[in-house]
């Protein structure tokens, strides 16, 4: 049973007391990047906010993103002008609103010519491109983007083939943790504006008042043994849950409405001294008349590179990676450089679903290509009030988040002036600009205030009496023992899974190290969740299967 007790408004069997007991304005459905920032967005405007997730905060998409903040260059190509600018400008707020979070990050776009010739038409494209990403918001992160010599761009990433590389250009957006962002929201409006959030709380039904009207929904803690049903009671319900968006329409209009085209976005990681990148690098898919990304990962070793864009057809819940889509990745950076890199390179996969709208049924023509779907969000109310926020991309979630507050205040009859929007300016948990400062960033445990901003400090004050503490404990990464109890006390983790995947990111990163540390990490964290010595080892061994059949999925060796 849900117990009773003093609250703390990050934790999460208070949370459920609260929702039980408590009437709200909102219901926030989903607790991906979308749903935390319409929590956060309907809290700073005075609103009694609740949110629910069925699993844990950022456990989909939100956490299985390319972690780039960025305009989307490629969308100029669309010819999404309105879109680019949107995004620029969200950039932006991201970078003053959490420093601690969001940083710049320089691209390089290498062109390649015959004869140390590069096409006139093609670097005139790109730098058409470019000037216009420039004009639309992107001279906001403080740089422009210049041309650089071959010499400059090998010094970038080393291994590219110089049998055909003319020059680069460099150009500049920003990157940041998906699951910290999104865990930082829930955070920022939970301890900031009283805003109640629960994770592994799954709703069973929507409820409605004797005029149809939906006023709450009946939920159910999703873990553990305990079956009892709570009744959430709010005034206006919002379905955030991005590609699961249909299934809770489905709820409140009686059919599947097919609104989402889910798309899968797969990316892999491999060491850094097999594909040395210290930036981000764009480089072509010719045969798919797309791009990817190689980025560099700070502090780890290793660089990353995505994205795929399929269309997807599968379960929703941990859509596989497959040998083909490593293989697709693995063969487009071998195409533009001599590092050779093979499937034995792979340290980490993770495969993700954009919640695309899906077109218009109206007879025109419908691309068979994900990557030519629009990245536009949709807000709807639906004639029981339920509101629904779908599509859009990670460096939108705020937008997002604004356009639905405002359709829920319409809801409540109120008009958005008189509650304004105050996220445009609103710093979230954490704030610090001190990533900024070099010599901050050169101090021991520095990477700390990359993740936490001015919460590093609780993490280290839980080693003041245990110095073993700030001992990494997965080989290859700097994760410390520390940050795995601080997940648990402070950041609502509530599996191994949500430590080792989510509040840190070692299972995307080093997946065999992780899964040889899983067990000291589960009994690390089991006095905090109470479990015992079997349920340590249950815990551990389901993780390792998790990770195994995710790398076997995807074609990768186990030795």
Known sequence: MWQAGPVHRFRRQDSLRRLADEQFDVLVIGGGITGVGVALDAASRGLKTALVEMNDFASGTSSKSSKMIHGGLRYLQQREFRLVYENLAERQRLLNNAPHLVSPLPFLIPLFGRDGVVSKTVARSYSTALWLYDITGGLRIGSKHRRVGKEEALAHLPTLNTEHLVAGFLYFDARADDARLTLTLARTAALEH?????????????????????????VRSALGDDATEVTVRARVVVN?????????????EGTHPHSIRPAKGVHVTVPSDRLPCDIAAVIPVPKDRRSIFVVSWPETALVYLGTTDTDYQGPLIDPACTPEDVDYLL????NVTTSKLTRADVTGVWAGLRPLLAPPDDGGHVSERTSDLSRRHTVRTSEHGVVSVTGGKLTTYR??????????LARLGESPKSRRCVTKNLRLHGYTTATRDPVAMAQPQAHLTGRYGTDAKGVLA????RPELLQPVIDGLPYTGAEMLYAVREEMA???????????RSMIQRAKPTMAAAHAAARLIAPELGWTDDEAADQAARFIEHCEKELLTAGLDLS
């Open 194 to 218: 009283d805003a109640v959030v629960a994770n592994y709380t799954s709703v069973v039904r929507l409820t409605a008042d004797d005029k149809g009207t939906t006023n709450g929904a009946v």
């Open 240 to 252: 955030a849950t991005g590609v699961w968006a249909d299934d809770i329409r489905e709820f409140d």
């Open 331 to 334: 063969e487009a950076a071998n």
């Open 399 to 408: 937008k997002m988040a604004e356009d639905t507050v405002d359709a829920v």
């Open 462 to 465: 839980l080693a003041e009496d």
């Open 494 to 504: 509530q599996t191994l899974d949500d430590v080792l995947a989510r509040r840190t």
